[in-house]
């Protein structure tokens, strides 16, 4: 016992910083192993960070870093717990051999944390390692890294992840290697993101995303739509665990992406919309043309001779699905979504019910077809989860004036999304509804930091799921 508590000793507390902590006395390293090491090490400490916003009293306002549901308010601590228990963690992302722990060793002498990371994960349900590999940016300028003028990348893959916290880390990692902003969602059905940053760093990104094991043969140069933007299209990084990749509600064990509709390329959809809007017009078609977004996306954008749902949210789609089986049945459905991921669930869900002849989902959502096709039969501007709300038919809440650029009401106990024309905003019209409007004055008399549930006119009278009485809602069979 003692000499295993003087082991521990030596390994955690010889020499100073994080790289001596890691490597110890132990591990004889070159300048070049030196500096990936330290760079790991570094980096991996960095991924456990705790944004400044959470570090409020509720949470503990002293916690800097958490891992392995541990909280650390001290540099040494987070130090001394990555050293002991995920040095083969680190080992891999530096490209250096395995540390003693994962020979099999914790330092108390039993199997660690890390004897089970080394394994392959393959041995334990089928999926890949995961690799720790962080791409070199020593050829890379800083500015060139942090350039304002950049993209936003839209991506997802679905896949089976044996370890999803630790996918999480490297992500996290990854992002702020490369300066990038946005949302990251990892399951243990794969991965949904949203970046931005410079384009050399997004190169950098997909280049190291289509290099991971985990995605390896399943996500391609192509499942990456980009835009213009840049990290400034993001107010901060947020990368975490979810159940789902897209908040659908539904178990993914119960309703799997597996089980998806047919892809079709966006030439393909776009003759199967052609063929649709012809039968629409003479009144022949067996085929629904279905919008699997939001009300306030299809609101300022939409294909022509669509069914939009008017749900607020994706999660209230398995509802309307089941509330509206009989406008469903024995017709062949034809969806899509923005980037394609809600189709995945959304088709599976559709077809888990037996009533539809077919399901068909645009491969690549609007953002391929718009690609393919500026001026096919998508109309209007596509709505985008940042803080650029638009990208590409809508009217002013107030006067009715064309206008399709969104903010949020003005009200600080409301969420929703409003279209108001500059005219309106100037006259002080800037809320989702007169009822917001009113509460925006009573909330400003009241104590700060008070936060109200929604609730306005807007919520109240719009069904949660609503029923299509008669045939599918359509929202513009024109050409035009």
Known sequence: RHSTWLSKKRWVGA??????????????L????????????????????????????????????????????????????????????????????????????????????????????????????ICWALPDTSHVSQDE?????????????????????????????????????????VATEG??????????????????????????????????????????CFPDLRVGVFKEIVPMGIDPKIVSYKE??????????????????????????????LDCRNFYESKIGHFQGCLAPDIRKFSYFPSYVDENLELFKDKRVLMYCTGGIRCERGSAYLRSKAVC?????????????????????YRGKLFVFDDRYCRRLGTCRYCGVLWDQYKLCSSQHCRQLVLTCPSCCNKG?????????????????????????????CTRRRPRVPIEHISPRILDTGKD
């Open 357 to 377: 002849r077919e399901v068909y989902q645009l491969k690549g959502g609007i953002h391929k077809y718009l690609e393919e096709f500026p001026d096919g039969f």
């Open 429 to 457: 019209l800037t809320a989702c509804c007169s009822v917001c409007q009113e509460k925006a004055l009573k909330v400003t008399s009241r104590a700060s930091g008070q936060t109200l549930k929604e609730e306005c006119e």
């Open 30 to 129: 070159g300048n070049a192993d030196a500096c990936g090491a330290f760079q790991a090490f570094s980096l991996f400490v960095k991924a456990k960070e705790v944004p400044a916003a959470s570090r409020c009293p509720g949470g503990g306002e002293g916690v800097r870093w958490r891992c392995c549901r541990q909280a650390f308010e001290e540099l040494r601590g987070i130090h001394r717990h990555v050293a002991l228990h995920h040095s083969g963690d680190v080992g891999r992302q530096a490209g250096l051999g395995a540390g003693p722990a994962e020979a099999g060793e914790s330092p108390e002498g039993g199997p660690g944390p890390a004897d089970s990371a080394a394994r392959p994960s393959g041995h334990s349900c089928g999926s890949p390692e």
């Open 15 to 28: 020499g100073r910083g994080p790289l001596r902590a890691w490597a110890g006395p132990r591990c004889n």
């Open 260 to 289: 998806t509709g047919i892809h079709l390329s966006p030439q393909e959809f776009h003759r199967e919309v052609e063929q649709y809007l012809s039968q629409t017009t003479q009144g022949q078609s067996d085929t629904i043309l």
């Open 145 to 185: 890294l942090t350039s304002q003028v950049g993209e936003v990348l839209l991506y997802y893959c679905y896949c089976e992840v044996r370890d999803p916290e630790k996918l999480c880390a490297w992500q996290k990692a990854l992002c702020q290697h490369l300066h990038l902003t946005g949302k990251v969602r």
């Open 191 to 232: 991965i949904n993101g949203t970046v931005g940053g410079s384009k050399v760093a997004t190169s950098l990104y997909i280049k190291v995303m289509l290099s991971q094991p985990l995605f390896k043969n399943i996500l391609c140069q192509e499942d990456f739509k980009s835009s213009a933007g840049g990290a400034h």
